[in-house]
C-alpha cells in the first residue's frame, strides 16, 4: 500500500486517523529485545511476572509507541517528525486485547507546528492519553508498505511445555559419564539445579573440581566418583544401572562410541531385544510442532531390520512425550518408490509393515522427501494424499550422515533447540555432542525424564492439557 503524506498547510482541525491492533506475545518480546526492558512482569510465559490475575500487562511505553505509527504513516504521514508527547496511562493491556489508537488534529502553530491529542483505547475504556506536537513534511512525501525485511522472533515454546511436564516427577538418578569440561558440567549442574536430576558425576575427581573452580560451579551436595579412565567411568555408569542405583545415563566429555562399547556389551551392558538407536528432538521456532529426527548418530548404514526398531524406538518416544499417535515420515530424495533407491523400498516396507502391525503406535508413511514431509503446501502441491505428508512428527532418515546433517540445519539454520537420547536401551541414555551448550543438555534431561517415566509406567506426563496451553500461547 503506498500511503502520501499532508503538509502543514493541508491539515484541518479536527482531522483524525485511526488503527486497530491486537495484542500479540510477539509484540512484547519485540519490544523488550529493543527497549531492553526485561522486566518479567512483560514477558508471556514468565510465571514471576505473572500478575494476580495470571496476565502478563503490556509494557505501557509500548502502547505509548503505538501513536508513530499513525503519525509517521497516516497523519501528517511520511516525512513527519516528533518534537514532544505528552502520556498518561490509564489502564493496561495484555496479550489478546484488542485496542484502537487515535490522533485528532487539535491547534495548528504557524509556522510548522501541529498538536494533536493522542489516545488508545480497550473498546471505550482509555488506556492512554496525551498530546503530540508534531512538525509535518514541507512537501508531499511517499511511502510504499512491504520493503522492511521480515522479523522473526526466536522462541523455543516446546521446551518450556516439556519441562513444565516434569514438575511433577522426581528427579531421575543419572550416572553423568566424564563430565571433565564445562558444558558437560553445566549441562548435569543444571538439571540438578531444576530438579530434573540428580546427577552422580564419575571420572576423575580433581579435573571435575578444577572445571568447576574454574567456572565458579557449586559441588556441594553433588556426589562424584572418583575414575582415573574415561573406560572405567563408562563402565562404572553401566553397572550403577545393572545394580539399581542409577535410572539414565549421560555423556559427558568423551566419545561416543566409548560409552556405547559398555551399554551394548552384551554380558553386564544394557541391551534389550531392541536395536538402540538415537533420536534428536528438536524444538525450531518456525515448526509448529516438535519433530524428532532419527537416526543421526549411531546406525551408520541401517538395514530394513535395523529400520523397524529405529522406527519403533522413536514412536514410544513421541508417545512419551505427549504426541499420542504419531506421524512417521520415512524420508527419501524422492516420494516415489524407485527400485534403484534402496531408501524408498525401505520406506515403501516400512509404511506396510505398519499397516501390518508389526511396527505399532504411529502411523508410518513413506517414502517422503524432505519437503513434503513437513510442508503441507509442499505435500498438496505435489499432490501426496496421506496422514503424515506435510505434518510429519518423527523424521526417520535414510543413513546416519543424512540424519547427521539435518539435525545440525536445524540447529544451526533454523535456531532449533535439540535434545538428544539413544533408546533401546534399558534406561535413557542421554547422548549430546560435546560441543552441546547447557540449554541442550537441559532439554536432554527433561526428554530423559519424561522417557523414564513412560517406561515406567505406560503413560506420558504430558497432558493434553499442556498442549492445549501452549496452543493458546
Request: charged residues 20%; hydrophobic residues 45%.
Amino acid at each position: 500500500m503506498t500511503r502520501i503524506s499532508q503538509t502543514y498547510d493541508e491539515l484541518s482541525i479536527g482531522d483524525t486517523a485511526s488503527i486497530t491492533r491486537v495484542v500479540t506475545p510477539d509484540d512484547l518480546y519485540v519490544f523488550a529485545h529493543v527497549s531492553g526492558n526485561l522486566n518479567p512482569l512483560h514477558l508471556p510465559g514468565s510465571r514471576s511476572g505473572e500478575t494476580q490475575s495470571g496476565q502478563n500487562p503490556a509494557p505501557s511505553m509500548w502502547l505509548g509507541s503505538l501513536f508513530s505509527a499513525i503519525l509517521g504513516n497516516l497523519l501528517p504521514g511520511p516525512g513527519t517528525l516528533y518534537d514532544s508527547q505528552v502520556l498518561r496511562f490509564r489502564g493496561r493491556a495484555h496479550v489478546g486485547d484488542t485496542v484502537t489508537v487515535t490522533v485528532r488534529v487539535e491547534e495548528k502553530r504557524p509556522p510548522d507546528i501541529v498538536v494533536l491529542s493522542t489516545r488508545v483505547l480497550r473498546g471505550d475504556e482509555i488506556l492512554v492519553d496525551g498530546t503530540a506536537e508534531v512538525q509535518p513534511p514541507e512537501k508531499h512525501a511517499v511511502f510504499t508498505e512491504g520493503f522492511l525485511p521480515e522479523l522473526t522472533v526466536q522462541r523455543h515454546r516446546h521446551v518450556g511445555r516439556l519441562m513444565a511436564a516434569c514438575e511433577a516427577l522426581p528427579p531421575l538418578v543419572t550416572a553423568v559419564v566424564v563430565p571433565e569440561e564445562e558444558n558437560a558440567l553445566r549441562g548435569a549442574l543444571a538439571g540438578a539445579r531444576n530438579k530434573l536430576i540428580r546427577p552422580v558425576l564419575i571420572g576423575d575427581a580433581a579435573k571435575i573440581a578444577a572445571v568447576a573452580r574454574t567456572c565458579g560451579l557449586d559441588l556441594r551436595g553433588i556426589a562424584i566418583e572418583d575414575v582415573a579412565s574415561h573406560d572405567a567411568a563408562a563402565a562404572r555408569a553401566v553397572e550403577m544401572v545393572q545394580q539399581g542405583t542409577a535410572g539414565a545415563v549421560m555423556k559427558g566429555h568423551l566419545h561416543t562410541d566409548e560409552l556405547l562399547r559398555h551399554v551394548v556389551k552384551s554380558q553386564g551392558g544394557l541391551r534389550t531385544a531392541r536395536r538402540i538407536s538415537h533420536v534428536f528432538v528438536m524444538d525450531a521456532p518456525a515448526l509448529p510442532e516438535l519433530v524428532l529426527v532419527t537416526d543421526a548418530a549411531i546406525n551408520i548404514a541401517p538395514s530394513l531390520e535395523d529400520k523397524v526398531d529405529i522406527v519403533q524406538n522413536a514412536i514410544d518416544l513421541a508417545q512419551a512425550l505427549g504426541i499420542a499417535l504419531p506421524r512417521v515420515g520415512i524420508i527419501s530424495a524422492v516420494e516415489t518408490v524407485n527400485p534403484k533407491m534402496q531408501s524408498t523400498i525401505d520406506a515403501a516396507s516400512l509404511s506396510k509393515m505398519a499397516e501390518r502391525g508389526q511396527i505399532r503406535g504411529g502411523i508410518v508413511d513413506g517414502p517422503l522427501a524432505m519437503d513434503n514431509a513437513i510442508s503441507l503446501s509442499a505435500a498438496r502441491t505435489k499432490g501426496l494424499t496421506s496422514l503424515v505428508a506435510g505434518r510429519a512428527d518423527v523424521l526417520v532418515v535414510p543413513n546416519l550422515e543424512a540424519g547427521n546433517i539435518l539435525a545440525k540445519d536445524l540447529t544451526y539454520a533454523a535456531q532449533a533447540e535439540g535434545a538428544g537420547i539413544v533408546l533401546g536401551a534399558k534406561v535413557p541414555v542421554l547422548l549430546t555432542s560435546r560441543a552441546d551448550d547447557e540449554g541442550s543438555r537441559l532439554f536432554s534431561c527433561a526428554v530423559a525424564v519424561l522417557y523414564a517415566h513412560w517406561l515406567t509406567t505406560g503413560e506420558s506426563a504430558v497432558t493434553h492439557e499442556d498442549a492445549v496451553k501452549e496452543a493458546a500461547q
